[in-house]
């Protein structure tokens, strides 16, 4: 098969054309995983960090019963020792 300079470069121009093609369909389908592993991994993120904000929301209260019931109890340690002193 003989082909002329002008066929040759035709067919050429065609090979890199394709690969072109190719490799930025490659690069795209590359983005669309990559941004599809990137929103579950921030999907997962923030399924974590509303686990762990649900945690120290929990914490947060107890802290806040917790210190109200010692200041409860201290406050009714102190009248009862102002209660003997008058």
């Known amino acids: 098969m003989n082909l ?7 067919s050429l121009i065609n090979l890199l054309s394709f690969n072109r ?3 930025c369909f490659r690069s795209i389908r ?11 991994l921030i999907v997962t993120f923030n399924k974590k960090i509303k686990k762990i904000t649900k945690l120290n929301q929990f914490a947060i209260y ?13 406050n009714r340690k102190t009248l009862k020792q102002h209660a003997k002193w008058f």
């Open 30 to 40: 590359f983005l669309i995983i990559f941004s599809q592993s990137l929103h579950n």
């Open 62 to 74: 107890f802290d806040f019963f917790e210190t109200f019931r010692l200041t409860k109890n201290y």
């Open 21 to 23: 093609l190719r490799i």
């Open 4 to 10: 002329t300079l002008d066929e040759f470069g035709i």
